[in-house]
Structures are given as structure tokens and as C-alpha cells.
């Protein structure tokens, strides 16, 4: 059985080449080996992609605590009805900031859902994703 050895880094015409010297069953052998490290490529990458969503989704699951702390004062001086101007404007930065996070939460928990051919509500549970709470 003929054997090649390669001692240079090759591109994939050269690598080709090498290919057709093989006789038709280490030819056959060699495809099925290609084909199995193309899965397991794409396996992985589909594996990258889960973890950059999974990071993402963490990632946008609220305010750091010093800023929900905030947020927390500043409604309740609202619901106090002595809130002031700047305040205000403030409330309103802080829940915009809250609504963006959860979009973007919520767009990447959508994608990996259709990742894991899933619906939203049954990845939601699997990963023990409550729906955020009402402000």
C-alpha cells in the first residue's frame, strides 16, 4: 500500500493532487476521513456559535447592581411624585438601558432557538430563562 508523506504545508489544490495518487480504495478511505473532520467542523463551530449566544444572553440579563440600585430609588421618587428634572432624564437613560439589554437578550435567545431547532418557550425552560420581570 503506497503511502504519501507530506513534510510542507500544502494548499488544498496541492493537497488534491496528493489525493489522486492514492489508488481508488485509500482514495475512498481519504473522503471518508475528509468528510468526517468537515462535521466535526462544523459541529464545533455550531458549538462557538451556541457559546457566543449563551455569553450574550448572560451578558444582557440586567443592569450591573450599583445601576439597578438606582433604578429602584429613582422609581420609587417617582412614585412619590417627588422626583426632580434631572432625575427624570435619568430614569427614563436607565430604562431605555433596560429595554436594550432585554432586545438584545431576547434576539440572541431567539437565534439560539433556532440553533437548537426549538422554540423560544421551550429553550426559555431548558435553560431556566424566566421572562424578565415587568417594570
Known amino acids: 500500500m503506497p503511502t504519501i508523506q507530506v513534510v510542507a504545508i500544502l494548499s488544498a489544490d496541492k493537497l488534491l493532487e496528493a489525493a489522486a495518487q492514492l489508488d481508488p480504495a485509500e482514495l475512498e478511505h481519504f473522503v471518508e476521513q ?3 473532520l468537515h462535521e466535526q467542523h462544523k459541529a464545533s463551530s455550531v ?32 412614585d412619590d411624585e417627588v422626583l426632580t ?17 432585554h432586545v438584545q ?15 423560544l418557550r421551550e429553550l426559555m425552560n431548558d435553560l431556566g430563562i424566566k421572562p424578565p420581570k415587568v417594570a
Not at 88 to 98: A, G, K, T
Not at 105 to 119: D, G, P, S, W, Y
Open 105 to 119: 437578550r431576547l434576539e440572541a435567545l431567539v437565534k439560539l432557538a433556532h440553533l437548537r431547532n426549538t422554540t
Open 34 to 36: 475528509v468528510i468526517k
Open 85 to 101: 428634572e434631572d432625575e427624570y432624564r435619568e430614569l427614563i437613560s436607565l430604562s431605555d438601558q433596560i429595554e436594550q439589554k
Open 47 to 78: 458549538s462557538e456559535e451556541e457559546t457566543k449566544l449563551l455569553l450574550e444572553i448572560n451578558r444582557n440579563s440586567g443592569l450591573p447592581a450599583d445601576l439597578r440600585k438606582r433604578y429602584k430609588m429613582l422609581k420609587g421618587r417617582r
